[in-house]
């Protein structure tokens, strides 16, 4: 099973099987578990011919390294990141404007995930991380993710400045947030073909990175801590989106 990947836990599972069945070679799901949930997932693996595996707890234990599977664990093909090209089609094709959000250098599996939940919840079309420095597709950001890892495209740049400067080229905003920016992130028009960019934990954006920005923006903190997790502070960001561009 070398050549294929682990995802476990019952919304990640289940959004393979609705949407990518084919690359589920396994299922194993904890024995003697009989509930709503799981049957859910078993209609879908038998409407996709899927082997199913009934297992103790210690099985699923071992085989997901001591995550939280919640009883479901799969072997399933890896899935292939994003190409810039292939983000190109994707621009080519929508006919509304593209929000598109950038991780410059997260390298928190679980940060990771939960951005691509929220980023799925709100509509983003795909999310943007550099190839080096940042996590990738791993068990734990599926599972985090909630399913959102299947849904939202993740697109790996080998140069994250030039494809920012690429997406400017075709009329795309660069938002980045900074503790020291003047404007607040409700200043900002998200209406148009916007890109926001999140910086890594702690140590915030890439020098390069900052300076392919059309505008640099913060979140108003009233309290006495001085940023908030990345993943929190992107879901408000997002959510301002969503909301000015709501008809």
């Known amino acids: 099973m070398s050549e294929l990947e682990t995802v476990f836990g019952l919304h990640a599972v289940k959004a393979l099987l609705e949407r990518h069945p084919k690359r589920v070679k396994s299922l194993w ?16 693996a038998e409407q996709g011919a ?21 009883g479901v664990l799969a072997q399933v093909l890896p899935s292939q990141l ?12 929508l006919d509304t404007p593209p929000l598109l959000l950038v991780l410059d250098g997260v390298t928190d599996p679980h940060n990771l995930g939960a951005c691509l939940r929220t980023a799925d919840a709100a509509g983003v079309q795909a999310v943007i991380i550099p190839k080096d420095k940042s996590a990738g597709l791993t068990p734990v950001v599926r599972k985090v993710a909630c399913g ?17 400067k690429s997406l400017q080229q075709r009329g795309l905003w660069t938002v980045g947030t ?8 409700y200043q900002i028009d998200f209406r148009v073909p916007s890109v926001l960019i999140m910086g890594a934990e702690g140590s915030g954006m890439r020098r390069l990175t900052r300076e392919h920005c059309d505008y640099l923006a913060k979140l108003p903190m009233a309290g006495s801590v001085s940023s908030l997790n990345v993943s929190v502070a992107t879901g408000i960001c997002l959510f301002e989106a969503v909301r000015q561009r709501q008809p």
């Open 178 to 185: 900074a503790g020291e920016a003047e404007q607040l992130i």
């Open 50 to 70: 899927i082997s199913v595996q009934r297992v103790s707890v210690d099985e699923l234990d071992q085989q997901s390294g001591g995550g939280v599977h919640q």
């Open 29 to 44: 799901l904890q024995r003697g578990r009989l509930d709503e949930r799981m049957q859910a997932v078993v209609n879908l």
């Open 148 to 164: 959102a890892a299947e849904t939202v495209p993740l697109v790996a740049v080998t140069n994250l400045a030039r494809c920012l």
């Open 82 to 93: 994003w190409s810039e090209d292939m983000l190109g089609h994707l621009l080519d094709k």
